[in-house]
């Protein structure tokens, strides 16, 4: 067994504490990376739920319009009641040819 002075032992713990002190920063660094590409990730979907919500909100905006103005067109008269058919039977047959074409095109 080799001994050492008391001086050869304290430049031992510190070249230690040195080594370890290093990594530790070095990890440090690491998370604090990972915690901004977090919170710049977080930022990023928040912003694109705020956008998906005022798209959201117009869709309904939209919708309760159209509900509105159907309801009135149904308590009208009896011609209206005509034209609301033609209407609904026109947009079942369109969604069909769409859908038949969008089949075709698929395949």
Same mark, same amino acid.
Do not use: W
């Given at each position: 067994?080799?001994?050492?002075?008391?001086?050869?032992?304290?430049?031992? #713990?510190?070249?230690?504490? !040195? %080594?370890?002190?290093?990594?530790?920063? $070095?990890?440090?660094?690491?998370? +604090?990376? @990972?915690? =901004?590409?977090?919170?710049?990730?977080?930022?990023?979907?928040?912003?694109?739920?705020?956008?998906?919500?005022?798209?959201?909100?117009?869709?309904?905006?939209? #919708?309760?319009?159209?509900? !509105? %103005?159907?309801?009135?067109?149904?308590? $009208?008269?009896?011609?209206?009641? +005509?034209? @609301?058919? =033609?209407?609904?039977?026109?947009?079942?047959?369109?969604?069909?040819?769409?859908?038949?074409?969008?089949?075709?095109?698929?395949?």
């Amino acid at each position: 067994p080799v001994i050492l002075g008391h001086g050869a032992v304290d430049d031992m #713990l510190d070249a230690e504490n !040195k %080594r370890m002190a290093d990594n530790l920063a $070095s990890k440090v660094s690491r998370l +604090k990376s @990972l915690a =901004y590409d977090i919170d710049k990730d977080a930022e990023e979907q928040n912003s694109y739920l705020d956008g998906m919500d005022s798209n959201f909100l117009s869709a309904t905006g939209l #919708l309760t319009g159209s509900v !509105k %103005r159907f309801s009135t067109m149904v308590r $009208s008269g009896r011609d209206n009641r +005509k034209i @609301l058919c =033609y209407v609904s039977i026109g947009l079942v047959l369109l969604f069909f040819v769409l859908y038949y074409l969008v089949r075709r095109i698929q395949n």
